[in-house]
Each structure stands twice: as structure tokens, then as C-alpha cells.
């Protein structure tokens, strides 16, 4: 499939084409020529040409398919009107008449998505661009309409399959940190539910007997069927799991399925769709985990994968709960059943080289040792313990003597015959009848088995599945630790992220089990050649690698040495990959996520150059790795400044409110570093909710003097609910006014984050806050905001503000803003206002309050600071 960039320029080379070409028929089309009407009717993208008055001249095949809508239904009507809602009509005709009259590039740089409407009036996501064309001296212009639904769609998906695989690892870590088995298993019931969507989800375990089955969790079941107990057969579909599974089964509709039937409650509606999974263990498996749907379904491959790794990680989390069980039956059993336990039992004197009084038979059979030998020879225990833990067993002993302290350890021990195993060793102090000496009293018991399925859980919550290479959470916490420590070689290292070009086209044309194959080959291949060095799988074909003490000439050559072992590698397709190189040195004082953000940076360079290739990370100016650190630093030790900036009521020409701004000292020269200098570094690398936290912090003391205050929040913290909750406790603390606090989101910001902006806007109007949308004019989202979302101001553009005395579009738009704004009851602030002479034309079209250097220059905030003259 061709990439955006390749269609829009197609597109352009048409335009190009349509000055060489004769005339042919129809006024636009003999305008444009046969050439550029052949790639047109070819182009895949909806592409709408309007004249100077915003009116169709041309409506290709692709958008007649697109929008359902005929060449000549689209002719000659007003594009604006014809494929966009109602409410959009108006800033969509606007712009694109400014397109038409002020000379420049269009917007071929800078995409906008919009909701667009169908003939049928079902509404889809839309990419707009904008091409001025010259022709025969009049000015049209191309309007290119991408069908965005599928981009929407998969990012939608990238995204549900990232919390699915984190809440697989946060259920081996519950396991981990000792959760009981029923919790356990009704946390992975209620995930299935909420990541499936299904109506019934249970879990029947194998029952000791082997002959049966027991329901042993469930959602969507009645609470009285827990503990149903079913025949352990493969007519049922449990059954069937449990006895012939090795994968997921999936039923699309049990209408046709003949090898089982469901178990369904005895009220409500019979299973039509599920999906099935062998839970793994000891003794054939321990049971099966079934998700069920009432109405017929397709499950996806991620619903699959989903349910294979959940399946896994509940065997293994199983297997310890099973041994940690063996263990403690024993301990409740040791006094009536101890010639039976799989434990030893002994009592020894006090000490290290105390001697033996008795020793349980069971020595013989964990160990290999029989009682005798062991009494006769009181050092043969000690040689036992293995060399590495002998030293600190011996330790503990001592200090439990020492104390009177119970003993609790467990540490390795050397069989007879050579193999090692894992014991745990109790122990209490006592004194033994007739004679009043202090004895130890203990239990040893074979803890093999439960260590064996805790390495298991800690490993997959440290690897990734697929390749064995480190995921991205142990490897990021990794490099930190070498980072911050002294051991890194010459205090200096690279960052290699390695991306495989085009691993797509092979899951598509090859499937998904052959991109699988060659990720794990391509993962053994750069195992082999990073011998002790760190690397790890971070995403589905990217991998990362931490080369402590190299510069940049070794760091680019190891990179295309790595290239050129994949581009090496024989299969059915050619392989290829592009690398991004980050350089570090300890002072830099940045941290793992910073150096693989650098890293990827490049890497994204390295592709958008032709892909087989690397590129170094170099930054330009407050972009510099080292910069990173400077800027982490400035918020972990508040070199920060807060400036306010007036805002004007227009009415009576005094100042309503201040917009708080935020200034670093620079870290050499002490002076102070405008926000776009430092902003932006602070949000591509992760900081920015941490400097919206301390913004915030200051505007909530400056609120509760009575100040009228706003705050910018960035696109990062807008999903942060601590920023909220944080406010919501200042308020009740110190009983400031919420009305006081305004907060500010760009129009860009919100963009790519609509639910979570909705999310956002609900939790601060329950605060009682203010919510201003600013830069308003600068995307085409707004109005798709203003009617969704509870803002109470509209900050317009100064690039429209400034324009309102010479430009008719522009006072046009900043008239349109206002009547909007004062039908939905919002207030409208004038930015960049610089001009004198722009105040009366702004008071004309209504403005509320306006803002800019004529009604003073930024000033430190937290300073009492004088109000400014009045407006005249």
C-alpha cells in the first residue's frame, strides 16, 4: 500500500503535468489536461478542485466512491457545504478562501483531520491538504480528502494491545507479591471481560481426582453456581479444552460446531461464539479458561494472543500457588505426620558445629545422605551447602544463635549424586529435656519446584516472550542503574534502536507466524553479536542496544555492522533495517527513556531517508541529548521562574486575569529561558507533566490570594488524573475559589487526544475551574470541541487578530469566533495584541478581553505586581 506522502505527491505531480498538456473537453478538464486527468481518475485519494470562489470544478472517481456522491451531484456546489456537518461550514469555507487569496504553499505540510459527511449523512474522519494551481492566470485550489477511519482504527489497536499485554504482566506480578489463587484467577476473569467484551468468562479446574471439573471462577454466572462440578469429558467444551487443546480454540457459531458442546447456566441466553484455552501445569494441565459471547463473533488475533499469554502466565503463577500449598500442608502436618512429610525434620545442638540428635529419614530421599552418615560425620551438612551460599548460611546461623532468634533461609544444596536443589530451613530455639540444653529444632523442606516457577513469573515479567531479550521495563531499568553508576567505561556510551523496514508486508503477504519466525531470527542474530552488552525487544520490530564506552565512530560502525548481518540474512523476502544512534555521558544526567527517545528520533530520520540506513541523534540547539538533562534538573530543583502576562476586559480597559508563563534559568548563564526554548524538549522527552505539576502548584497559591489566574496544560498531562486530584485537595485545604483557576489547552494539543480532553474538561468542571481552548483558528478541530466540550473562553489566534484591520477573511473569522463563543456563553480573548490600533476594531466585533505586549510584556507572578493602566 503506498504511504500518505507518496498519494499527496502523486497528486501534486498531476498538477504540475496540467500547464504542458492541450486543451481537451470540459471547461476543468480542459484546463488541467488529459495527463492530469489520468493520474487524477487514478489517484486512490478523493481529490476535489474548487475555483476562486470556493465551488467545485473537479470531483475524481476516488471521492465519488469516498463520500458516495456523483461527478455531477459535486460540480459546480460549494465544497464547504457539500461533504462537511453544518457546524464546521463556515471556518471550512473560510480557510479555504484564504487559501485561495493570500500567495503561498497551502497546506501540503500540514494535514488536518475533520469529520466529513457522506451522501448517506453517515460521517468519517477525513485528512484535508490544500495545493494552490495556477492556471491561465486564475488561482484554484487542490483539495485532497484521505479517508482517515483506517489509520483511526489501527492506532486504536496498537493501543489496545499494549494495556492488554501490560495487565497480562501486572497479573504475574500480583502473583508474584502473593495474591491467593481465587483472587488471582477473578482478576484475569474480570480482564478478559473488560479487554473482550464477552458476556461469560469462568475458569473449571481440574478436579484432584482427574474425573471432574469445578468451577472455580466466573463472570456472568449466578453466584450460587460457584463450585458446579461437571463430568471431565471432551463432549463439553471445558473438557475438550482441558484434554485435547495446545492452542486457543475459537467457535464462531456453535450452530456449526460438532466436536463439544458449551456449559452454560441454567438461566440466560445459550452461548452462540467462544474462545478457549488449556490453562497449563503439573499433571496434564491445570484446567481451562473459557470466554463465551450470547450473539455470534469473530475473535481477532490479538484476542487470541491475548488469551495465550494469559494462559501461561496463570500456569506459572498456578505452579507456585500449588508448591507454596505443598509447603505450608506440611507445616500443619509435621507433628502427627512426620515420618511421611516430603521434609526433614532434626534437631541439632546450638550453633554452627552443633552435632546432630536426630535427622528424619526424608534426608536420604531429598538429598541422597542417609541419617547415619549424616550423625556420624557432623561437618557433611556444612560441605553440602553450596560454596556460593555457604558463607552466609553460616552467618545467619550464628546470628540466630547470638539473638535466639528463629531461623528462616533458603539456600542451595549439593545431592549425593551432584545435582542441586533449593531448600528452605526453619528453624526455632528450645531447650531440650533432662539436662537444659539449648537446642535447634527444624524443618528442612525441598522448595525446588516452587523457586523453579517464581524464576519462570519473574522472567516473563523481564523478557519478552518471543526472542528471550530483555522487554523494554527491565531493560530501561537497566541502563539507568549503569548510568548512575561508576562502572560505565570512560563515563560514556551509545543508545542503538534497530527497526526492521517493511516486517508489515511480510506478516500480510507471508503471515503473521513468518514475521514471528524472522523477529526471532533477526533477535538471535544481534544476540550473537552483542555478547554481554544490553539488548532487548521493545516493540514488535524494534530493538534496542546499550554499548557502554564507545564514541560516535564506534557506535555508527557497530550499528551498520548490524544492518548488514540482517540485510545478510536468507529467507523468502529480502530484509533490511534502519538505526538511530544516541550518544551519552554520565553528566549529561539523562536517564534511559531520554537516551532511547534521542535514539528513536533518529531512527525516524533514518527511515523517512530511504530506510537500510543509520542516522546519528545530534539534537539542534535546546534539542541536545545533554539539554535533556538540563532541563530534568531545572524541574527536580526548582530552577524555575513564573511570569504573568495581563489579560484586558475590552469593556472598561482593566486587567481580569493574568496568564501564568513559565521561564528556566539558563544552567550557565542564570538568565531566564522563554518557554518555546525548553517546552518542547520537555514534552518530546516525557517531562512535561512533572513541569505542568509545578506550574499548577504555584497558580493554586497564587488562586487562594485571590488572584484570577490561568495555566497551560500540555497533550501528556491532560490523561493525568493526579493533576486533578491535586487541585481538588488544594481547594478543600485552603477554600479558594475554583472559578479563579482557568485552564489552558491549545487546539494542537487536544488533537490527538479527544477522549481523554473529554475526560479532562468533565473532571475540571466538576472542580468548578475554568477551561479555555487556546490558539483557536490554528487546526480545524475546534468547533468539533466547543460543541462536545464544557470550555468557558475561546482565545483566538493572534495570526487572525493581527490580521483583522487589512484582512477582510480574518476579521471574518475572529466575527464568526465571536458569535460562536457568545452563543455557547463562552468569553473570547484577543491574543497578540501589539497594536493600538487594532483595540477598536476588536471592541467593533465584540472581543471580551484581549492580551499582548500593548498591555504590558510578561512579569515575574509570584511578586506583588501593579495593575496596569486602563485601555483607552
Known amino acids: 500500500m503506498a504511504s500518505e506522502g507518496h498519494r499527496a505527491r502523486r497528486a501534486e505531480r498531476f498538477l504540475r503535468l496540467a500547464d504542458a498538456e492541450p486543451d481537451r473537453t470540459g471547461e476543468a478538464a480542459t484546463r488541467l489536461g488529459d495527463a492530469a486527468v489520468t493520474l487524477l481518475e487514478g489517484s486512490p485519494v478523493g481529490v476535489a478542485i474548487v475555483d476562486g470562489s470556493g465551488d467545485v470544478v473537479y470531483w475524481n472517481e476516488a471521492a465519488e466512491q469516498q463520500f458516495g456522491l456523483e461527478r455531477s451531484r459535486a460540480i459546480g456546489h460549494d ?44 460521517e468519517i474522519p477525513v485528512d484535508v491538504a490544500t495545493k494552490p494551481v495556477e492556471l491561465d492566470g486564475s488561482r484554484w485550489l487542490a483539495v485532497y480528502l484521505h479517508d482517515a477511519s483506517e489509520r483511526s482504527e489501527r492506532e486504536r489497536e496498537l493501543h489496545a494491545d499494549a494495556r492488554r499485554r501490560s495487565a497480562v504482566l501486572d497479573i504475574g506480578q500480583v502473583a508474584l507479591e502473593g495474591v491467593d489463587m481465587d483472587q488471582l484467577l477473578n482478576r484475569a476473569v474480570s480482564l478478559v471481560v473488560d479487554e473482550l467484551g464477552v458476556d461469560r468468562c469462568e475458569v473449571w479446574r481440574r478436579d484432584d481426582e482427574g474425573g471432574t471439573m469445578t468451577l472455580r471462577a466466573s463472570f456472568g454466572w449466578p453466584a450460587e453456581a460457584a463450585g458446579t462440578v461437571i463430568p471431565l469429558a471432551t463432549a463439553t467444551q471445558p473438557g475438550y479444552t482441558l484434554l485435547r487443546c495446545q492452542g486457543a480454540i475459537v467457535v464462531e457459531d456453535f450452530r456449526r460446531e460438532g466436536r463439544f458442546e458449551a456449559i452454560d447456566p441454567e438461566e440466560g441466553p445459550p452461548t452462540q461464539s467462544s474462545i478457549s484455552i488449556r490453562i497449563p501445569g503439573s499433571s496434564g494441565g491445570f484446567g481451562s479458561l473459557i470466554a463465551t459471547a450470547a450473539a455470534v463473533r469473530r475473535f481477532e488475533l490479538s484476542d487470541i494472543s491475548l488469551f495465550v499469554s494469559l494462559a501461561q502466565t496463570l500456569g506459572a503463577a498456578i505452579e507456585r500457588f500449588v508448591a507454596n500449598e505443598t509447603v505450608a500442608d506440611a507445616e500443619r502436618q509435621i507433628r502427627t505426620l512426620i515420618e511421611r512429610l516430603p521434609s526433614i525434620t532434626y534437631q541439632a545442638d546450638l550453633g554452627a558445629h552443633g552435632e546432630w540428635h536426630f535427622i528424619s529419614p526424608q534426608v536420604e530421599e531429598i538429598i541422597g545422605y542417609t541419617p547415619e552418615e549424616l550423625m556420624e560425620d557432623p561437618g557433611l551438612w556444612e560441605r553440602a551447602v553450596h560454596p556460593d551460599d555457604l558463607g552466609w548460611v553460616l552467618e545467619a546461623e550464628e546470628r540466630s544463635s547470638a539473638e535466639g532468634a528463629p531461623l528462616d533461609i533458603a539456600y542451595r544444596i549439593r545431592k549425593r549424586d551432584g545435582d542441586t536443589i533449593w531448600v528452605r530451613d526453619r528453624a526455632s530455639i528450645g531447650i531440650a529435656d533432662g539436662d537444659g540444653r539449648m537446642v535447634v529444632d527444624g524443618l528442612i523442606t525441598d522448595i525446588s519446584e516452587q523457586k523453579a516457577a517464581e524464576d519462570r513469573l519473574r522472567y516473563l515479567a523481564e523478557h519478552d516472550e518471543l526472542t528471550g531479550l530483555m522487554n523494554r521495563r527491565a531493560f530501561e531499568s537497566t541502563v539507568d542503574r549503569d548510568l548512575g553508576s561508576k562502572r560505565l567505561p570512560g563515563d560514556r556510551g551509545a543508545m542503538l534502536i534497530i527497526d526492521l523496514d517493511h516486517l508489515n508486508r511480510i506478516n500480510d503477504t507471508l503471515g503473521r507466524s513468518t514475521g514471528d519466525r524472522v523477529v526471532a531470527d533477526v533477535a538471535v542474530m544481534l544476540a550473537d553479536q552483542s555478547s554481554g552488552q544490553l539488548l532487548a525487544r521493545l516493540e514488535s520490530d524494534e530493538f534496542a542496544l546499550f554499548i557502554p564506552g564507545v564514541g560516535e565512530a564506534q557506535a555508527l560502525e ?41 535514539a528513536d528520533i533518529a531512527l525516524r530520520q533514518a527511515k523517512g531517508a530511504g530506510r537500510d540506513r543509520t542516522v546519528l541523534f545530534t539534537g539542534e540547539d535546546r534539542n541536545r541529548l545533554e539539554w535533556v538533562g538540563h532541563v530534568r534538573q531545572a524541574i527536580e530543583e526548582g530552577r524555575l521562574i513564573l511570569y504573568s502576562q495581563p489579560i484586558i476586559d475590552m469593556a472598561s480597559g482593566i486587567a481580569c486575569a493574568e496568564e501564568l508563563l513559565v521561564r528556566m534559568e539558563d544552567p550557565t548563564s542564570g538568565r531566564p529561558i522563554a518557554a518555546g526554548e525548553f517546552v518542547p524538549t520537555a514534552e518530546r522527552f516525557g517531562l512535561a507533566r512533572n513541569l505542568d505539576h509545578w506550574v499548577v502548584s504555584r497558580a493554586l497559591e497564587l488562586i487562594s490570594t485571590g488572584r484570577h489566574v490561568s495555566a497551560n496544560i500540555s497533550a501528556a498531562t491532560i490523561s493525568d488524573r493526579s493533576l486533578t486530584e491535586m487541585v481538588a485537595e488544594s481547594l478543600e485545604r485552603t477554600g479558594a475559589d475554583p472559578s479563579l483557576l482557568t485552564f489552558e489547552i491549545t487546539e494542537t494539543a487536544a488533537t490527538p487526544a479527544i477522549e481523554s480532553l473529554r475526560d479532562f474538561t468533565t473532571r475540571v468542571e466538576a472542580l468548578g475551574c475554568g477551561l479555555s481552548l487556546d490558539d483557536v483558528g490554528t487546526g480545524f478541530g475546534s468547533l468539533t470541541y466547543l460543541r462536545h466540550l464544557p470550555f468557558t473562553e475561546l482565545k483566538i489566534d493572534m495570526q487572525f487578530v493581527q490580521g483583522v484591520i487589512e484582512s477582510a477573511a480574518d476579521r471574518k473569522i475572529v466575527e464568526s469566533l465571536v458569535d460562536i463563543a457568545a452563543g455557547l456563553g463562552m468569553r473570547t480573548v484577543a491574543e497578540g495584541v501589539d497594536n493600538p490600533a487594532l483595540v477598536e476594531p476588536l471592541r467593533e466585533l465584540g472581543v471580551t478581553c484581549a492580551q499582548g505586549y500593548l498591555f504590558g510584556r510578561p512579569a515575574p507572578a509570584m511578586a506583588t505586581a501593579e495593575a496596569p493602566d486602563p485601555v483607552t
Not at 548488514?564 to 534511559?592: F, Q, W
Open 79 to 122: 465544497l464547504a457545504a457539500l461533504i462537511f456537518p453544518e457546524h464546521l461550514q463556515v471556518s471550512v469555507r473560510a480557510v479555504l478562501l484564504r487559501e485561495l487569496e493570500v500567495p503561498g504553499e497551502g497546506l501540503g505540510q500540514r494535514r488536518i483531520e475533520l469529520e466529513a459527511r457522506r451522501a448517506d449523512g453517515n
Open 558 to 598: 557497530r550499528a551498520s555492522s548490524l544492518l548488514a548481518t540482517i540485510r545478510s540474512r536468507s529467507g523468502a523476502a529480502d530484509l533490511t533495517a534502519s538505526a538511530g544512534v544516541a550518544l551519552v555521558k554520565r553528566e549529561m544526567g539523562v536517564s534511559a527513556t531520554d537516551l532511547i527517545t534521542a
